[in-house]
């Protein structure tokens, strides 16, 4: 046997599957999408001697019946691919509960192995495998590894490759053995099924009424008729003559089969104590201190990864910002009235990339710190204390790591906030929660807060943050509520029934994988969405520009004032080596420069007088110009370049105002000043497509913010041209839209992938305009009304939304569960 | 008698399961036949889910699924 070999990994939640998996293909491995369906494929590569291994790892399951997605993709994966080896990968602690699945891969005439998992954690317990008896029993070879300490893996790796022997046990399903005997018959004698499945699971299946299984038949078989006539004849008979019907006495006999080999297998050396998990859990799981553990881990993750990652963040930004000077370096300089096109988009785009590699650090020890979370064991706990409030919701105890991801409180991102939702196994509270998890606090949201809070609520910064951070909480679940009960309604629910698996330490190997593929995710995503966004809001907003006669006009200007500088400078040496409007512009070029090398010397006395040494000898004229206050040509300089500014951003002004995004904003005007949005902020809202964080810079472009020094609130207050002024009011509207405002481009395509529809990734889109909208003109029209300041406004509204989330929770829940 | 109206710390033995389908299934999974002994841990903080200790492990459900589960008293 040589060349490639299909292998599939497949075991119960908590086996320790994927620490096999990473054991076995390393770094190599790739996450994709079973077609189709919202569930994750990862397959891995691993060489050995001369076979090439392809490993799909499938979803773990405790079964393989088709109630779930996840293990409708395993049967049909081991059926369709026909893998030349499944490795059954099982806790050895756990044994007699795993080996349930194990049959059902027996059943399928698929060559397995079993692979006794965690057999440290086994021995630990007291319980002792005596695993040639297993694999006699079995009939199928057994290899013990302890993934965690990385054991197994050249056992596992040999057995993979080596071919494998003779079939496995089968089950006796005793009393039903007649009747699958006899429909297995039936089954044979239907040439167009033969190859699809073995019979005999077919048969059992079947027996069990699995709808697809009973859809497979119907299809391929070339007489249904016949064989319904049996299937149906024999359920009944069987259920009337031993009082339950054939599932039921399937399952129970699979289950009694486990027993009777885990107790010839397994021998118990000593009793288990009282075991740490045991301990643990009387802590965690308290009604008292387990809460107040849940809240410490939830700050504890905020504290490390908002804010130790973004004192991280800070650290790195001056190293991006001068990556960036160095590469802006190469392209055309700017003139004195405009820089060439070129530039603009290139520095435009640099931004935007760099807004998000900032933020890498941050989500880097976030998804580390989730892995740990993950890997020790907390994850169910969290979804077992928090599942009675998210239930209320619509939502599922397993839609608290999403919301985490998502920013719960303050700072995360959608995008792994939606990717994170498959592991809620109810599909209606999945959808649910991908589509509430873009209202959580987007971490690039946070500056836009900050900038605002700081201009109009300097008093009350910590409320206003509170704010903030708790409404959009506090307004996505009643959203998911109402959602689940209109157009969710009729989704497939999932019983909440889960194991507590044992706590187990992290291992760092583990972590790191599994915080390295998010972060990956993250970039190749995001990154690829961001860039290619960035660039269409910037062609949006540049053109069609300003108009030639207007263009003119500000040429005229810089003409003018270029000769009062030259003519203020007059007399001076200075004179004699700066002209023309060239000169003068190259001039102001090196002055920013000069700024810029000292401000990276900062606090550094002397690697500043070192920068002044540098540009003294280059030409000391033109450092006086640049540091002497008392020189006639610093002062006239300093004035040169304000004027500049101050044209330079009535041009960018005139640009977006002429812009197609510009017409947008002023064509939305109609609607939006209900919520007390004028163009600006309109324009501002539409640029945050690509990235949130390119809000606040539209923000300071349109309200100019330049060099003057001026407060950003001070000139928002200000009624300038055709805008009118921000009061608190306007910013409580604003901050308020923008919490709930639409995911920006990564977020609603990572919706579309994970829902699979187009349709759901335009309604993740349409509905939070929508509230966005309403909630702001509420706030702005009805404050207004009602002579309320934003303070005032922001606490009312506050009420409002928790009384309405109260109610909403009020409302009673029907059950979908039938007796029978 | 059903599972979901025990309080912790009592032990019971399964006598059957009153629902199909998904829930029923997926109870049958994790081990939740005639015949097998079970001891309720506790309850979440806000009283639902459960937790149970089964053939040496531990599951969490709802009350209202736990209700599908009829138990004997120990």
Not at chain 1, 384 to 409: A, E, K, V, W
Not at chain 1, 429 to 439: D, E, F, M, N, S
Not at chain 1, 538 to 544: A, E, K
Request: charged share 20%; hydrophobic share 45%; with cysteine.
């Amino acid at each position: 046997m040589s060349g490639g070999v299909l292998v599939a990994l497949a075991g119960q939640p908590n086996s320790g599957k994927s620490t096999i998996f990473n054991l076995l293909t390393g770094a190599r491995q790739f996450v994709a999408n079973y077609p189709g369906v919202t569930v994750e494929k990862k397959v891995g590569y691993f060489s050995r001697g001369e076979n090439r291994v392809e490993l799909v790892d499938l979803p773990g399951t405790y079964s393989l019946t088709s109630y779930s997605m996840e293990e409708r993709v395993s049967r049909d994966f081991v059926l369709g691919s026909q893998p030349s080896a499944v490795v059954n990968v099982v806790d050895a602690s756990n044994l007699r509960r795993s080996l349930y699945l194990t049959f059902q891969l027996l059943e399928m005439d698929c060559p397995l192995i079993l692979n006794l998992n965690m057999i440290d954690v086994a021995k630990s317990k007291g319980m002792e495998i005596d695993l040639e008896e297993l694999e006699r029993r079995l009939g199928v070879p057994v290899v013990t590894s302890d993934g965690k300490r990385g054991k197994g893996r050249e056992e596992l790796a040999e057995a993979i490759t080596r071919p494998s022997p003779a079939r496995g046990l089968r089950i006796d399903y005793g009393p039903l053995e007649p009747a699958l005997r006899r429909l297995q018959k039936l089954l044979e004698a239907q040439p167009r099924l033969v190859g699809r499945c073995p019979f005999r699971w077919l048969a059992v299946k079947l027996l069990e009424g699995d709808p697809e299984a009973l859809a497979m038949a119907r299809e391929g078989a070339d007489d249904w008729r016949e064989v319904e006539a049996l299937l149906d004849k024999e359920r009944e008979s069987f259920s009337q003559e031993f009082v339950q019907p054939p599932f039921r006495h399937i399952a129970f006999r699979r289950h009694q089969a486990a027993e009777a080999i885990g107790q010839a297998v397994i021998k118990t050396t000593h009793a288990a104590r009282k075991d740490f998990t045991d301990r643990a859990d009387r802590l965690l799981c308290h009604r008292l201190t387990g809460p107040l553990i849940m809240c410490g881990v939830f700050y504890l993750l905020f504290e490390l990864a908002v804010n130790q990652g973004g004192r991280l963040a800070a650290l790195i930004t001056p190293y991006l910002g001068q990556m960036q000077r160095f590469l802006e370096g190469f392209l055309p300089a700017a003139g004195y009235l405009e820089e060439p096109l070129l530039t603009s988009l290139a520095s435009w785009f640099m931004t935007s990339i760099n807004a998000l590699l900032v933020y890498i650090p941050q989500f880097f020890i976030l998804f580390s710190l989730i892995a740990i979370l993950e890997d020790v064991g907390y994850m169910p706990r969290m979804a077992f204390m928090l599942d009675r409030i998210f239930r209320r919701f619509g939502l599922h105890g397993n839609s608290t790591l999403p919301y985490i991801l998502g920013g719960i409180y303050v700072g995360g991102c959608a995008v792994p906030g939606v990717m994170s939702c498959r592991a809620i196994p109810d599909e209606r509270a999945r959808l649910a929660t991908i589509l509430t998890v873009p209202l959580m606090n987007c971490l690039a949201k946070t500056a836009f807060y900050i900038m605002l809070v700081d201009a109009f609520f300097p008093q009350q910064k910590a409320g206003a943050m509170f704010f903030i951070s708790t409404i959009t909480l506090l307004t996505a679940l009643p959203i998911a509520r109402l959602l689940t009960m209109t157009v969710l309604r009729g989704r497939e629910t999932a019983p909440f029934i889960m194991e507590m698996p044992s706590y187990h330490l992290p291992s760092p190997r583990g972590v790191l994988i599994r915080a390295v593929e998010r972060i990956t995710t993250y970039i190749r995503k995001v990154m690829t969405i961001v860039a290619s966004v960035a660039v269409v809001i910037w062609v949006l907003l540049q053109f069609p520009g300003v108009s030639a006669p207007r263009m003119e006009e500000h040429a005229a200007r810089a003409q003018t004032q270029v000769s009062q500088f030259l003519a203020a400078i007059d007399g001076t040496p200075l004179a004699a080596k700066v002209k023309d409007m060239d000169q003068v512009t190259a001039l102001l070029t090196l002055r920013e420069q000069y700024r810029a090398d000292k401000a990276g010397a900062a606090g550094d006395a002397e690697a500043s007088r070192m920068v002044d040494q540098r540009y003294r000898e280059q030409d000391p004229d033109f450092l006086a110009a640049f540091q002497d206050r008392r020189a006639k040509t610093y002062r006239a300089l300093d004035k040169l370049r304000k004027e500049r500014a101050d044209l330079w951003r009535e041009i960018k002004q005139e640009r977006i105002d002429n812009s197609i995004l510009g017409w947008l904003g002023h064509a939305l005007v109609p609607i939006s000043r209900w919520a007390g949005f004028d163009w600006r902020i309109n324009v501002a809202m539409l640029s945050s497509f690509a990235a949130r964080e390119s809000a606040t810079a539209t923000f300071s472009a349109l309200y100019g913010i330049g060099g003057g020094g001026q407060s950003l609130g001070a000139s928002m207050g200000e009624s300038s041209g055709d805008g009118q002024a921000i009061t608190a009011l306007n910013a409580t509207a604003l901050m308020l839209f923008m919490a709930l405002f639409p995911p920006c481009l990564a977020t609603t395509i990572m919706v579309r992938v994970a829902t699979g529809r187009l349709k759901w990734m335009l309604f993740s889109f349409a509905y939070p305009s929508a509230l966005g909208l309403g909630a702001a003109s509420l706030v702005f029209t009805g404050g207004g009304a009602l002579g309320l300041d934003g303070w005032q406004a922001m606490w009312a509204y506050y009420a409002l939304a928790a009384g309405f989330a109260l109610l909403v929770g009020l409302i009673p829940e029907r059950s979908a569960i039938t007796n029978t | 008698m059903t599972l979901d109206i025990l309080r912790p710390g009592s032990q019971c033995r399964v006598l059957g399961l009153t629902t199909a389908g998904n829930l029923g299934q997926r109870l049958m999974d994790l081990g939740f036949h005639p015949g097998v002994e079970l001891r309720v841990i506790r309850n979440a903080p806000l009283l639902d889910p459960l937790e149970v200790e089964m053939l040496g492990y531990c599951i969490s459900l709802r009350h209202n699924e736990a209700s599908f589960v009829e138990v004997e008293h120990l």
